[in-house]
């Protein structure tokens, strides 16, 4: 099986979107499975995220396309916004969400389910609805894991069963099911499958992780991770984004190539 992954700044947290790209650039000569048709913009970046931004990636890279993820900072003191969230304080930000995501020709905008102490998972589930009647961009619910203070919404494989009959676009992070799995001890391979197959399953996020925390490891072989037989069930139309963290690779790099620079220097 092929699959192709595609790139999130969140490979290179408290960079830049801009040094993302340059980094995503370099790390594209190791890591042959990368591909970089679309980029998904991660609330990992430094710096807002402006019009301004949404501009200036589209004229250095006219054949990519750009997408936002989550809580991207669209301004300074920005609060966290989930997808069961209510007020009026929240359209402010999704308003603000949908343009840039117009400017961007972005189809999708996905962000996080939110806390059970908010809404209930029908209420949430509605809230979704709601907002995808309001909105140009569809919006999009990713499902969570379970921690131990049982937080989050969507973090079961019971409610990832109701994800499939709440006809609501959503997307899938594989490592957070690895987590559900990991504390249910079911390795659902089949619900994984069908999820992934779901014309509402708008995007997939992979990366690596003990079962534990979503600690965004590497993948060292994707074709042993337990989920990895139901991506061949995939959506065609669906992106498959990397969210593997890179930034210690990307220092070391950095590092390599200021010795190499004062090698250089004193050599001359």
Request: proline share 3%; aromatic share 10%; charged share 20%.
């Amino acid at each position: 099986m092929n699959i192709e992954l595609q790139p999130t700044t969140a490979m290179f947290p408290g960079l830049m979107v801009h040094q993302a790209m340059e980094a995503i650039s370099e790390l594209r000569k190791e890591y042959r499975q990368l591909a970089i048709d679309c980029v998904q913009i991660c609330p990992q970046s430094y710096g807002l995220f402006t019009e301004d931004t949404a501009y200036s990636l589209q004229q250095k890279y006219p054949d990519v396309q750009f997408q936002l993820h989550s809580n991207v900072r669209i301004a300074q003191g920005k609060k966290p916004v989930h997808a069961n969230n209510k007020g009026n304080w929240v359209h402010q930000y999704l308003r603000e969400y949908d343009r840039l995501s117009t400017i961007l020709h972005a189809p999708v905008y996905s962000l996080h389910a939110g806390s059970r102490s908010e809404s209930s998972l029908e209420e949430m589930f509605d809230t979704l609805r709601e907002w995808n009647e309001r909105y140009r961009t569809t919006i999009a619910v990713e499902g969570m894991y379970p921690d131990r203070r049982q937080r989050y919404l969507l973090s079961s494989w019971a409610e990832y069963e109701g994800l499939l009959d709440a006809n609501v676009p959503f997307a899938i992070d594989v490592s957070h099911l690895n987590i559900v799995a990991h504390v249910e001890k079911r390795y659902d391979l089949e619900l994984t499958a069908h999820l992934l197959a779901n014309r509402n399953c708008m995007e997939i996020h992979v990366s690596s992780n003990h079962g534990r925390a979503d600690s965004h490891q590497a993948i060292r072989d994707i074709a042993s991770e337990w989920w990895y037989p139901a991506l061949s069930h995939k959506n065609q139309k669906t992106w498959v984004f990397a969210e593997e963290n890179y930034g210690l690779w990307w220092k070391r790099k950095q590092s390599q190539r200021v010795v190499g620079e004062m090698n250089n220097h004193l050599q001359h």
